[in-house]
């Protein structure tokens, strides 16, 4: 009996879009902001897990006090320095982005994207990638109940697509990626572009890691899409 | 016969400041404000290499002329956005690091700092740890032929410490500090606080990995300073 993978399952920020770093110093300037003293290194190796997870867990580390308000004011004060970079054109698709999205729908091979961020956020990110979130199917923290590590977002995107968890690939650049994408049951695949190591993926999951969607998409017939 | 490591070289950004995404993105600004389009992984894969390497290969890869003029510019660009940073505060030593320094003082352990930045970068980093270059030895990119991952800035810091390169550690969080160590016959200590990942460090020789400076403080033991 025939088993194939399907259908793509995208990460966003890191994964399609080259936008980690940016996130690290906005995290960073509104944990200043709150008083909030922590290095910048642990702030990556936490983005990408749903924001109010990566919010707690940063209060959690610091032992400062946690409150709604608190939680808020810090959501606020990251969007603000994000959107701040975002305007001065310093956030772009990561090389091969927009062709390996471009291959995916001309062989007819389901895709959609699961982010751990809000749409206000992901908005201007769709709109520099060219996806249309009426016509590809777009979830984001909005629509689920827990974002990354937890497997929502992934299973959430393969119901919208109509296709099995189980024949998806999940692809991403963080360790939450890898764990989600395990916890689903899907495939996890790796890209170094959001700046972790390549032993980290494969420690978390990954079953093949590529540097970018370029990379993946120059070898694409080792994971998918053989015809 | 009793062998000892007996001395510390220290890089300095991302091994005692926490400095090294704030730089990413001041080189992302600079290559942006030349044309250069380069994913900002990337860019943090090179850091801490000699800038002026560090900009050739950048230049290389993305195939544009190299020009001096260029070069200037880039070199130029960086530092404007980097100090832009530093001048709001987002700029700090890394936990641990200040009180790393001191217990090596009292424990009449000799130690130096050898960074790959020239001292118009390295100048505020030095004044926010309290090292004054007057009396602790540092040497930096201006005084050397070649920085890393050339041995020559560990081979300097040694001498003017008067002490065997051989029986000297290195401290970076950097592939190109520890591929200079071990270039330089030095041992390796790498630390995660610069944000390459724990595999990447031991597969470019680091002996021991610890998180940041206040973690190798905790385990000194383990690699010296046994008495």
Not at 13 to 18: E, F, P, R, V
């Amino acid at each position: 009996m025939a088993r194939r993978d399907t259908a793509f399952l995208f990460d966003l920020d890191g994964t399609l879009i080259d936008s980690v770093y940016q996130h690290v110093l906005a995290w960073k300037e509104a944990l200043d902001g709150e008083g909030v003293d922590i290095s910048v290194w642990r702030i990556h190796r936490k983005i990408g897990m749903s924001g109010g997870l990566f919010a707690n867990m940063l209060l959690r580390e610091t032992a400062l006090e946690i409150t709604p308000a608190r939680l808020d004011r810090l959501r606020q004060r990251h969007a603000d320095a994000f959107n701040r970079q975002h305007a001065q054109g310093s956030v772009q698709p990561l090389p091969g982005a927009r062709e390996l999205l471009a291959y995916l729908t001309s062989q007819d091979i389901p895709w959609a994207i699961a982010t751990s961020g809000r749409m206000e956020t992901a908005a201007p990110n769709l709109a520099a990638l060219g996806v249309d979130p009426a016509t590809v199917p777009v979830i984001t923290r909005d629509q689920v109940r827990h974002a990354k590590p937890d497997p929502d977002l992934f299973l959430a995107a393969a119901a919208q697509l109509g296709v099995d968890i189980r024949q998806s690939l999940v692809i991403g650049d963080s360790v939450w990626d890898m764990l989600a994408a395990q916890r689903a049951r899907a495939l996890g695949v790796g890209v170094l572009c959001g700046g972790y190591g390549h032993a980290e993926l494969q420690q978390s999951g990954a079953f093949r890691v590529y540097e970018d969607p370029a990379d993946l998409l120059r070898h694409i017939d080792e994971i998918a899409a053989r015809d």
